[in-house]
């Protein structure tokens, strides 16, 4: 079975704080991947960043980077100089190559960022 | 490029009854997954379908339902509504199955309340 872990439910920065989502996650699969989306009040799911088990290079895009580590099974989320438009909940994901669009959401932080 | 549309956004039922979700996927999207998010489950997978069969589906009950039309266009049904499936229900698409890195792209959900 697989499972994603947040475990923080709720994190509040005032703007231009950086601050680290995290993710832990557990599966019993090689091939697998990681994704992180975005859920603004609206409700939509925007999708932000991918990774497959195979890579391990941390990513940057902007204020936002990603931290992947196999050793601990965490892909964190960091965000840089926050801002209030960053406000919202995001989720951290994950799918199996045997079932590749079966995601398994973990519960989500709520990020507030106060001006 | 328009994005995934689903209709309604908003939908009261009473217990008891049926409803119908719409969804249309981006264009040229052939894939699509269905999910129920509630404030005490969170983000669970429903169901995907491709090529107008369902090839895979999550732990619901036989109540829920869906299908999809050869232009990718999918409905979910739920029959004999009851309370607990008061939740938003958010399509995704994506552009084949198979694939597993190519990101799902989530619509602006379905919020359906149950008196």
């Known amino acids: 079975a697989q499972k994603v872990t947040q475990a923080q439910t709720e994190i509040s920065v005032v703007e231009k704080e950086d601050v680290t989502l995290d993710c832990v996650y557990e599966?019993?699969?090689?091939?697998?991947?990681l994704f992180w989306y975005k859920q603004p009040p609206s409700g939509e799911l925007v999708f932000l960043i991918r990774r497959n088990s195979f890579d391990e290079q941390n990513e940057i895009s902007g204020r936002y980077s990603w931290n992947f580590q196999k050793s601990t099974s965490s892909f964190n989320f960091t965000i840089t100089a926050s801002q209030v438009v960053d406000s919202a909940v995001y989720f951290c994901a994950l799918s199996s190559s045997g079932s590749a669009r079966q995601l398994t959401f973990g519960s989500g932080t709520q990020l507030t960022v106060l001006p | 490029k328009a994005g995934v549309t689903q209709t309604p956004r908003y939908l009261i039922k009473t217990r008891g009854q049926q409803v119908t979700l719409s969804c249309s996927p981006i264009?040229?999207?052939?894939?699509v997954s269905w999910y129920q998010q509630t404030p005490g489950q969170g983000l669970q997978f429903l169901f995907e379908?491709?090529?107008?069969?369902?090839?895979n589906k999550g732990n619901f009950p036989g109540r829920f339902s869906g299908r999809q039309f050869s232009n990718s266009r999918s409905e979910m049904n739920v029959s004999t509504l009851e309370l607990g499936d008061s939740a938003l229900y958010l399509c995704a698409s994506s552009p084949l199955p198979g694939v597993s890195n190519q990101p799902q792209h989530f619509g602006d959900g379905t919020r359906l309340s149950i008196l």
């Open positions: 264009s040229g999207h052939r894939s």
């Open positions: 379908y491709f090529s107008e069969t369902q090839r």
């Open positions: 599966t019993r699969d090689t091939t697998y991947y």
